[in-house]
Structures are given as structure tokens and as C-alpha cells.
């Protein structure tokens, strides 16, 4: 196995469509005690766990993001690594995410996840959370469009790393041993 990749102490972006694994991989990281499970920041897990499960995010979205924001302030205040769990896919709300890393001057490195369509669109079908082919293919296209390393770095993330999956042979437990975290 290569060297991990040391991730530093401040905020990580997970950025990806639906269905990319995303939250599969924070899962691992936490199972393997890479990062504590309080170190994970979930929009989806704050929204049910606010209210409900099956809720319209849309009516809520904007309550949902202000609790994210506040519960990443605390942990980037104690001096610790957050890892943020949500599509991250458009500038505008990268924008008021990197807005609170520039406050407690940390760095923000985004996790990247980017297969192919096909292979979203299958995995996809594999998850209990069903999400639609259409809304799937929007967002791979807004990750592909706005979410390009060379972009995320023009933002001012500091570090953009790839997140290997089922395209290159890899399951998430194996993605997870790719990364260290320091915090």
C-alpha cells in the first residue's frame, strides 16, 4: 500500500454527486478511527435528525446549513479537523464554507469524488436513499463543470486529492486507508 495522504488539521470538503460515496467513506474513516464521529458534519444527517427523516430539504435547507455552520465553527474553534459531508458541488455555498476556514485561518482541502455517470447512476440504484437518474446527472455535471481541481484551488482551497473508487477497483474501506488525518 502507498504512503497515505496526510490531510492537515483544518476543514475537508467532500465534494461529489449523489451516490458517489461520499458518506460511505466518512463512514469508513470514522470505523477505522481515522477521524472521530464527531469530527463528520452531515447536511443529511443534520436535516433528519432536526426533522425527520423524509423531510423536503427545501423547506428547511436554509435552517440545516445555519446548524452545519455552527457546529463546523465549533469544532474548527477547539482547534480540530471537521470533515464536511454534502455534495459541495457549487461555488456559492463553497464560498460560505471557505468563509468560515479564512476566520480561524486553516487550510481546506477538498476530497474530490468523481465517477464516471454510469457508474453513479448504478450505485445509485444500490442505495436505500434513492436519488433520481436526472438529478444524478446534474449534479455529476455540476461536479464536473464547477467542482474542477483547477477551480476549487482558484477559490482558495489549499489541497484538491482525488477519492479513489469503484472505477479503479477500489471499495471504500480501501479509499478510507488512502488518507491520514492530522486533529
Known amino acids: 500500500m502507498e504512503t497515505p495522504v496526510v490531510i492537515p488539521t483544518g476543514m475537508v470538503l467532500l465534494i461529489g454527486?449523489?451516490?458517489a460515496g461520499k458518506s460511505t467513506f466518512a463512514g469508513e474513516l470514522v470505523a477505522q478511527g481515522r477521524l472521530p464521529a464527531d469530527?463528520?458534519?452531515?447536511s443529511d444527517a443534520i436535516a433528519e435528525e432536526l426533522f425527520g427523516p423524509g423531510i423536503d430539504r427545501e423547506t428547511v435547507d436554509a435552517q440545516v446549513f445555519q446548524e452545519r455552520d455552527r457546529r463546523v465553527t465549533e469544532r474548527l474553534d477547539e482547534g480540530?479537523?471537521?470533515l464536511i459531508d454534502a455534495t459541495n458541488a457549487l461555488p456559492r455555498g463553497r464560498e460560505r464554507l471557505l468563509a468560515i476556514a479564512r476566520?480561524?485561518?486553516?487550510p481546506v482541502t477538498a476530497l474530490r469524488f468523481a465517477p464516471r455517470e454510469p457508474v453513479l447512476l448504478?450505485?445509485?440504484?444500490?442505495r436505500t436513499k434513492r436519488v433520481s437518474d436526472a438529478e444524478i446527472s446534474a449534479y455529476a455535471a455540476l461536479v464536473r463543470d464547477s467542482a474542477r481541481s483547477a477551480l476549487l484551488l482558484a477559490e482558495g482551497i489549499t489541497a484538491v486529492h482525488e477519492v479513489p473508487g469503484r472505477t479503479q477497483g477500489i471499495n471504500a474501506a480501501q479509499a478510507a486507508r488512502c488518507f491520514r488525518f492530522e486533529g
Open 17 to 19: 454527486a449523489p451516490a
Open 39 to 42: 469530527a463528520v458534519v452531515s
Open 80 to 82: 480540530r479537523t471537521v
Open 103 to 106: 476566520k480561524f485561518g486553516v
Open 122 to 126: 448504478r450505485q445509485s440504484r444500490e
